[in-house]
């Protein structure tokens, strides 16, 4: 059993995704009940689904003196940064602490993916890139984290992590490990992926794409809707925030199961629950909120809703919110991590949308519209391909001891 | 502090050249060796996984296997970290051709075997491992960032942790970019305390804008360093072949990491 850890300080935190720009954005459209998801216009080729995109991108250029890093997921990546007054707090920690004392931790799936896919689809005659996206950094999963630390000018140790729907979750562990041990001061940890043909077609290929807006939870659940997002939080030890929001814990474990489907008593995802409540030193009855991983997909629901059902009280609250923003691949850990901040800041607890006819093997936990409650301590899960799950621990400054 | 020290338990590699971590010693003191069949054996993976398994899980199973042999631990126990700087290029160079021309064909096999952590999946599954299991990446410095990432995590956690850093060779349009010619494969076992099959302790020091200095290999051939971005682990594996000295590695692309390697008693 892990040992507890001494919580961080999440100084500053945002997200960007279907729902909307900023912490604001996504307030609203939980509070509203509003779903982001809208029928798939962005494949070269028609394929019949929903999917959670983000609007303007088209339209939002990188600044002149980034432009090497030109791609559909830096440009989201870029968008994010700049809400909530993230570019601000970053700055304000690399001046404090100095640029190489700052890590740069960031989950992406498929990266920029989009702009090699581009690349194949415009080949020079001679069977080569077209010249203008012979830009060897964007071609590989590292290009998010390269372009972030640019754009943020960070030097210090500066890591991609991609275990597809669990990378933007499991930076938070890696972060708190690096303060631990002290190479670092601060972390920025986050995440970003974007709508890509890989994807769509991809999980459409796997038979695992509803036709219809996701429905997680519902008895009549078909598939996932793919959506994009960025998000990013700034970790910090507590004592130089001491009223933020605070990381209490995580918990990463590997199913040893299969490569596309979890383990049928949810092995992996239990082992995370177990490992984030006792690094976060709390019982599961002091869990007032679970963002759930929630896909929509038949077998994910099915184990996620029995784990739910038989670790925790009905007091403990759950939902997913991928109904609102679509699955979001590798940026779901951070998406989700900052809804269940605001879930913490404001009382508010998202109702699963989606879920009109629950699925009988879902019990009492489940928050399936909107409740107004204090959320002291709440969780989210992200599992992914491969059978790597994590779970996050967070909590309010001033929850009861 | 800036400073990590772990213990080296096990080493695996696996190059056209280089058959395993004998081989390598065998090539610093001028032997020739016997280059090893093109694909690597990954024994680890029962036989109906092997067949179906792709380039990137054959090579990143075979040197962790090979590693997790030599350290005598339990590998169903390690956590685990795969670095690997562009995954599986074949399967990407594969994907990005059908969906240029006829993306409803794209094979579900494939598509769940281009995930980055399809090697952690394959290992964890075939040893029956719910460790920790990590997929990282950082550009050309993927292995000193993976080196970094694992030890801390055998020093934060106090537990042994398997490294493995592992890129196959380009393919199609995709090798103009990743400029990965031939592939490279290692793996190590390290641990925060000293064992019975410890090969040395490994002194990691961050040098803050001091990548200028990168080590090379000065004993083994440059083509070698230079065929893959995976093999910038080879400086660093030949002063394991050798017993003890320092080196330097990029930990990302503007941040330098010294190793010095010492013997323990």
Redesign the interface.
């Known amino acids: 059993m892990?040992q507890p850890i001494s919580p961080l300080a999440i100084s500053a935190f945002t997200a960007t995704s279907a729902v909307g720009r900023g912490l604001e954005g996504h307030r609203q459209a939980l509070q509203d009940a509003r779903s982001g998801l809208r029928a798939n216009d962005f494949?070269?080729?028609a394929?019949a689904c929903w999917v959670g995109r983000v609007e303007g991108l088209e339209e939002a250029p990188l600044p002149v003196a980034l432009a090497a890093w030109e791609c559909r997921n830096n440009r989201l990546a870029w968008l994010g940064l700049n809400q909530d007054g993230f570019l601000d707090a970053v700055r304000s920690v690399r001046e404090r602490y100095g640029?190489?004392r700052v890590a740069l931790l960031l989950g992406t799936?498929t990266a920029s993916?989009g702009a090699?896919?581009e690349?194949?689809?415009r080949?020079d005659p001679d069977?080569?890139?077209p010249q203008d996206m012979?830009?060897?950094?964007i071609?590989?999963?590292?290009s998010l984290?390269?372009f972030v630390?640019e754009a943020l000018a960070l030097?210090?140790?500066?890591?991609?992590?991609?275990?597809?729907c669990s990378s933007s979750a499991?930076v938070f562990?890696?972060a708190e490990?690096?303060i631990?041990?002290?190479?670092v001061d601060a972390a920025v940890v986050g995440g970003v992926d974007t709508l890509c043909?890989?994807v769509l077609?991809?999980?459409?290929?796997?038979?695992l794409v509803s036709r219809a807006p996701c429905r997680p939870f519902d008895r009549a659940r078909d598939g996932i809707s793919i959506g994009e997002a960025a998000g990013f939080a700034l970790l910090e030890r507590v004592d130089a925030a001491p009223r933020a929001l605070r990381l209490l814990g995580y918990g990463?474990?590997?199913?040893?199961?299969?490569?596309?489907t979890p383990h049928p008593e949810g092995?992996?995802a239990e082992?995370a629950l177990h490992d984030a409540l006792a690094r976060a030193g709390i019982e599961p009855a002091r869990v007032d909120y679970i963002n759930l991983h929630g896909t929509a997909s038949l077998k994910n629901d099915e184990v996620e809703a029995a784990l739910i059902a038989r670790a925790f009280p009905p007091s403990t609250r759950a939902s997913s919110t991928k109904g609102f923003t679509g699955h979001t691949l590798g940026a779901a850990g951070i998406l989700e991590a900052v809804i269940t901040l605001l879930a913490l800041d404001h009382g508010l607890v998202p109702g699963n949308l989606g879920g009109a006819d629950p699925d009988p093997a879902c019990g009492p936990q489940f928050a399936w519209h909107n409740e107004a409650r204090a959320v002291e301590v709440a969780l989210s899960n992200s599992f992914?391909?491969?059978?790597?799950n994590a779970c996050l621990a967070f909590a309010r400054a001033d929850r009861r001891a | 502090m800036s400073r990590l020290q772990v213990y080296v338990q096990g080493v695996g590699v696996w190059s056209p050249q280089l058959a395993d971590f004998a081989a390598l010693r065998g090539a610093l003191r001028g032997q020739d060796v016997a280059p090893p069949p093109a694909r690597p054996p990954a024994s680890r993976l029962p036989a109906n996984e092997r067949r179906r398994a792709p380039e990137s899980v054959l090579l990143a199973i075979e040197v962790a296997d090979q590693a997790v042999a030599m350290s005598g631990l339990d590998a169903s126990t390690l956590a685990c970290v795969f670095a690997s700087s562009h995954g599986d290029q074949p399967i990407m160079d594969y994907m990005c051709a059908v969906l240029a021309t006829a993306p409803a064909e794209l094979s579900p096999t494939r598509f769940h075997n281009s995930v980055h952590n399809a090697p952690a999946g394959y290992w964890t599954i075939a040893t029956g491992c719910h460790a920790p299991s990590n997929a990282v990446c950082a550009q050309q410095a993927s292995f000193g960032a993976g080196l970094l990432e694992a030890a801390i995590l055998a020093v934060a956690d106090a537990r042994p942790v398997l490294l493995v850093c592992s890129d196959t060779a380009g393919s199609g349009p995709l090798t103009e970019v990743t400029g990965c010619v031939a592939p490279f494969a290692c793996a190590l076992v390290l641990a925060p305390q000293p064992g019975a099959s410890t090969l040395g302790r490994l002194d990691l020091h961050l040098c803050p804008a001091s990548i200028a200095g990168a080590s090379s290999a000065a004993a083994l051939p440059a083509t070698w360093m230079a065929s893959s971005p995976s093999a910038s682990a080879l400086p660093l594996l030949a002063l394991l072949a050798q017993g003890t000295g320092r080196c330097r590695l990029m930990a990302t692309g503007s941040l330098g990491m010294e190793v010095q390697l010492e013997e323990c008693a």
């Open positions: 892990p494949s070269q080729v394929l640029a190489s799936s993916i090699t896919e690349a194949y689809r080949l069977g080569g890139f012979l830009r060897r950094p071609h590989t999963p590292h984290a390269g630390a030097e210090g140790p500066c890591l991609t992590v991609s275990t597809a499991k562990a890696s490990r690096m631990r041990l002290g190479l043909e890989s077609f991809g999980f459409n290929a796997l038979e990463e474990a590997s199913d040893a199961h299969h490569m596309s092995l992996g082992i992914g391909f491969g059978g790597n």
